[in-house]
């Protein structure tokens, strides 16, 4: 069997090649790069996604290299709390914290060193793509042209994609854009800052501030029209009170929402920013990236090793995650909306609504949920396409009781919270976690 080659050595790359590895499948992992990016990227994923890095093997490393965080607070353009929304540190629905704080360098440290240990998989650095086919990548490394044959192709090589452009794909613009400039800086001295996010609800110039890990931070500033080389000193001055700070990286970047027009050609499939960037105020863009790749190489694996292979799982990978990520990327739309104001006359105006809006019943738990869309195009039902509080890694029937009559692995739930949650009820649960059905008795 051709060996699956996956474009892009960064977290979601090295995730897929790891769980096809997991299922037996081999792969050749090519990057331009020997090394991971060694700066701070993504800082946040949620439970959901601890998951994932479970079923790869890393979660217990993962949870000693985080934090949790504490919940999100809305402040005002005087760093006055307007809302405050507090999350408890212990574990969520899934069993890890709602949301953990992290840097992404020590992440990937934690995945590079997983695969390391897997023989079923090859990385070579240094290896710059120039074609790609259902059945071949061409890539040049030290001035050689190698082809290889590929029993699929994943390209995971970010948001500017050399694969998507091979493919012919096109981003979709989702009309979002907003420059920023983000700062990580590690101080000598604690700064007592709140566990939590805080997010600066001023039209001129909102910002974003959060606890990376101890003593690490990242602060992000909205820059605006014609503004190029901001000086630091006065934006962290509110938050340093004069106590020093150690610069690790400050770069601008554009945040835009996109969407690959096709995440797949043949047996080429993009994941990650390859296929969609999301503007990042409900942190999920790693995270669907992650579940880009806990969807497709369960499928990938079972049409490489059933007789005349599964096609249809395959096609439900786009039909699955599109939906999935739109509606993730319009609520981070939405969310960058009413926390940051917007930079029009009616921002102030829309700044007081939005302060007496916080404070509506019920909409703390909205604001604090890390339940992500339900998976549409999966089947029927109000449980069908959610994900369930436990998983398996294989197809399986969760029930309570009397099992019923099934062709897979019969899994009677014993713990309180997973039997109520099934209130008396049969699922088949995917290897993904995600379930598939539920059965009538």
């Known amino acids: 069997m051709d060996r699956v080659v996956i474009v892009g050595a960064g977290p979601v790359g090295v995730t897929a090649a790891i769980l096809l590895a997991q299922r037996g499948i081999a792969s050749l992992l090519l ?36 934090r949790p965080g504490l919940g999100l607070r809305l402040l005002d353009a005087r760093h006055r709390v307007m809302a405050s929304f507090d999350r408890a540190p212990g574990g969520g629905p899934h069993g890890y914290p ?33 074609g790609v086919s259902s059945a071949s990548v061409r890539y040049e490394r030290d001035g050689t042209v190698v082809d290889v044959p590929a029993a699929a192709v994943l390209g995971c090589d970010g948001a500017g994609s050399t694969v998507r452009e091979l493919i012919g794909a096109h981003l979709v613009d989702l009309r979002f854009a907003e420059r920023w400039l983000v700062v990580d800086g590690v101080c000598p001295e604690d700064l007592h800052a709140w566990g939590g ?9 909102a910002a974003t501030f959060m606890e990376l890990g101890p003593r690490r931070y990242r602060w992000e500033f909205r820059l605006l029209d014609g503004e190029t080389d901001l000086d630091l000193d006065p934006l962290l001055a509110p938050w340093l009170r004069g106590r020093p700070v150690r610069i690790v990286r400050r770069a601008e970047y554009t945040f835009r929402a996109n969407i690959a ?15 969609h960037q999301t503007p990042p105020f409900i942190g999920q863009g790693l995270g669907a990236g992650l579940r880009d790749a806990y969807n497709l190489a369960w499928k990938l694996a079972a049409d490489l090793t059933t007789p005349g292979g599964a096609e249809a799982l ?25 926390m940051t104001g917007g930079q029009d006359r009616a921002a102030a105006v829309r700044r007081v609504i939005l302060g007496a809006i916080w404070r509506v019943p019920g909409l703390k738990g909205l604001a604090l949920r890390s339940t992500s869309p339900r998976l549409t195009g999966v089947g029927r039902g109000r449980l069908v396409g959610t994900v369930a509080p436990v998983a398996y890694d294989e197809w399986v029937v969760l029930h309570t009781g009397r099992p019923p009559a099934s062709t897979h692995r019969l899994v009677e739930a014993t713990d309180a919270p997973v039997r109520r949650w099934l209130r008396g009820r049969a699922v088949v649960i995917r290897p993904d976690g995600v379930v598939h059905s539920v059965l009538r008795r």
């Open 197 to 205: 996010v805080h997010q600066v609800c001023d039209p001129h110039r």
């Open 98 to 130: 709602q949301a953990n704080m992290f840097d992404q360098p020590d992440l990937e440290r934690l995945l590079r060193a997983r695969m390391a240990g897997l023989p079923l998989i090859e990385f070579v650095g240094g290896a710059t793509v120039v």
């Open 314 to 338: 395959l096609d439900s990978y786009e039909r699955e995650r599109v939906p999935h990520v739109r509606a993730q990327i319009r609520l981070a739309i939405v969310a960058g909306w009413a």
């Open 261 to 275: 027009s096709s995440w797949r050609r043949g047996r080429v499939f993009l994941l990650g920013d390859a296929a």
């Open 31 to 66: 990057d331009r790069h020997e090394e991971p990016y060694a700066l701070p990227r993504a800082v946040h994923v949620d439970d959901e996604v601890v998951r994932i890095l479970h079923a790869v093997g890393v979660a217990g490393d993962f949870l000693r290299i985080s």
